[in-house]
């Protein structure tokens, strides 16, 4: 049997990380990593440290008898001034200061015996027994409409580094069994919010480090010089076809309109070839669809035309 104060509080776990160490943080569950469009979308990478406590209190809670919800919570951070070098900074862990006003605006929503809290940097994760999907989608609503509230140039210190905030949940069905826990998931959601800094535009689009196994950098030649040296943004070489593990992402009649294609990805960044990147609309609408950090680069105009006139 459940304990009800048991079914009623939830225990938080929060990564002891600090801020500013390379994110190697794995999703819930355990997806196989040797080939990406395999990657679960709906997966919230958590630090593996929580791993060992999140199963110990699954031990403890015992049997369930409808379901058990997890809530994560990931933060991470990169820096987006310098489009110099060759491929972007990793994604960092953000500072503690960062991630504890993020964690505020969760417990706003939360009732008074959800709020068993440790901040850390890294990542969290609260404990929902008994709660189905349904209530678990109601939670997540509520929590990100709260993060949303929100803004780079509010928070303290004002945040310098572009930060991408992801809530996720993840239901899994009664019986449980510790061994099978992250092999199954019956229902899963997220959402994800980027905090941009006040930067120029022609600072923040670094090449997607993604790219390189589908649309590998060619050496620099005299068209990359001339689109370094006016637009001064990345130059890709296309490849003849959109990568299958990217079609979905921006459907083939919105690329031809905004006359773009997408060309490479790393988590929840999307790395796309432009016939003008610096138009902001165009990149902010993107974002918008695709609900995705957008970093454009530059390309030949005649090989985006082949590109698109392939379709996908």
């Known amino acids: 049997m459940i304990d009800r104060k048991r079914n009623v509080e939830r225990a938080l776990f929060v990564s002891k990380k600090g801020g500013g160490e390379r994110c190697e943080c ?7 990593t040797d080939i990406m469009e ?6 919230i990478p958590i630090a593996p440290e929580l791993v060992p406590c999140l199963l110990q209190e699954i031990e403890q809670i015992g049997s369930v008898t409808h379901a058990l919800t997890l809530l994560v919570i990931h933060m991470i951070q990169r820096e987006v001034s310098a489009i110099a070098a060759t491929f972007p900074p990793p994604f960092q862990h953000a500072s503690e200061k960062h991630f504890q006003q993020v964690i505020a605006r969760v417990n706003h929503v939360l009732r008074r015996n959800d709020q068993m809290a440790v901040y850390g940097s890294a990542g969290a994760i609260l404990l929902f027994p008994e709660v189905t999907y349904r209530g678990a989608h109601a939670i997540l609503e509520r929590v990100y409409s709260s993060v949303n509230l929100l803004q780079a140039q509010t928070m303290l210190p004002p945040l310098s580094k572009e930060t ?23 229902a ?45 943004v990345p ?19 919105i690329a031809c309109k905004l006359r773009c294609a997408p060309v490479g990805r790393d988590q929840q960044r999307l790395t796309v070839a432009m016939a003008d990147p610096m138009d902001q609309e165009k990149v902010h609408y993107l974002q918008k669809i695709t609900g995705m950090a957008i970093f454009p680069v530059s390309c030949d105009e005649e090989d985006l035309n082949v590109l698109l006139s392939t379709g996908w």
């Open 26 to 32: 794995v999703a819930l569950p355990y997806p196989r």
């Open 38 to 43: 395999e990657l679960d979308e709906r997966s």
């Open 164 to 186: 991408t905030i992801e809530l996720g949940i993840q239901t899994y069905a009664a019986p449980l069994r510790i061994e099978d826990l992250f092999r199954h998931v019956e």
């Open 188 to 232: 899963a959601a997220k959402k994800q919010l980027t905090l941009q800094p006040a930067i120029s535009s022609a600072s923040w689009a670094p090449i997607d480090e993604s790219c390189t196994f589908c649309c590998p950098l060619h050496e620099p030649s005299s068209a990359y010089s001339e689109h370094r040296a006016i637009k001064r």
């Open 235 to 253: 130059f890709m070489q296309l490849p003849k076809q959109c990568p299958r593990r990217l079609m979905s992402l921006i459907p083939h009649r």
